[in-house]
C-alpha cells in the first residue's frame, strides 16, 4: 500500500515509530521549534512525504523488505504502509534549513529550545554548512530559522547579512524569525523571497498561557506588513492544533489570516519531553487533521492562496504537515 491522505495524516497523528536507526540514513537533530533535539526520518511513498520521530515505544514499527530495499511500517502487526526512506540536505530533504541561534529568550511552553539552551553558530559556521549542503546536489532553496539569542533585532539583522551572503546560490531563500517592525522590509532588501512569523496559536486565552513572548498582536501586524512586502504566496504562520482549541477557533481564525494573504501552517502539537508537565496538549487525530486540512484548503482557495507554490521552509517540505495543495 502506497502513502495516500489518509495514510499520510494517520502517521503525523502518531508522529513517531519504532526502527532500527541502523537502516537510517543521514540525520540531522533538528535544532529549533517543537522537534529540536530528536531524532528522525524522512519516509516517501506515493508521492507524500512525512517526517516521523525514531522512539521504540510507537505503536509503529518500521523493517527493511530485503527482496526490494522498501521500507515497510507496520501496525497492530499488519502492513500499513511502504516507500522508502529519503535522505537530509540539512534538516530536510531538498533545503537547507539551518538554524542560526540554538537559544531563546522567551519561554513558550510548547517548544524545548529555552530549556536546551545551545549554540549560537557564527556566519562562518552557517556558511559552511550550506555550502555542504550545496555539494551535496538537491538543494532547491535555504531557510534560515533562530530562537531569540538577545532580541529579535539581533536576530533579524544576523539573517540580513546572511541572507545576503547566500544569494550567490540563486535559490530562494525564506526566513522564520520573531519579527520586528522593520523585518519585512529589512530581510526582502537583503534578498530573502519568504518570510513565516509564527502565531502559534490565534486562541487569545492560550496564547496568554503558553506564548512567552510579545503580544500576538504584534506578529499580526507584522504579517499584514510582511504581505505587503513579499506578496501573496510568500508570508506563512505556524498555527498549532491541540494545545485545547477548537476547530471553530482555527477555522475562523485561519480564514482572518488568509484574508490577510497569509498562508497558516497547522502544526500539530508535540510535547518535547523537556516540557513534559508545562503544558496540556492533546495530538490531534487523523480525522480532525484531514477536516482541518479540507477547511485549509476551501479557505486557501476562496481567497486565490496556493500553498503549493511556496519554495522554502515546512510548506514544500511537507513533513510535518498535510499541506492542503500538494497532500489532498
Ligand atoms: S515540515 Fe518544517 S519543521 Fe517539519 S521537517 Fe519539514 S521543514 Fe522541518
Redesign the pocket.
Known sequence: MKMNAQIKAELISIGAIDIDPSILGRLTI?TA?P?AGGKAFFFKSGGHRV?LVVDEGSPLRAVKDNDNGEIVIIKGGKEFVRGTIEEELI??PE?A?ITMSERCIYDCKFCPVPKLNGKVKSSEELLALVEEAFKLGRMKGI?LTSGVEVSPEKEVERAAELVKKLKKYNVPIGVSVYPTKASSRILKEAGASEVKYNVETMDRELYEKYCKKPPLDFTLECLKDAVKIFGKNNVFTNFIAGLGETDETIEENYEILAKMGVIPIIRAVGVHPLRFGELEAERPTAERLLKLAKMSRRILDKYGLDASKAKT??LP?????LNPHVDL
Open positions: 533538528p521549534g522537534g517526517r534538516h530536510c533545503q534549513y531557510s521552509m515546512c517540505c511537507t513533513g510535518c504537515d
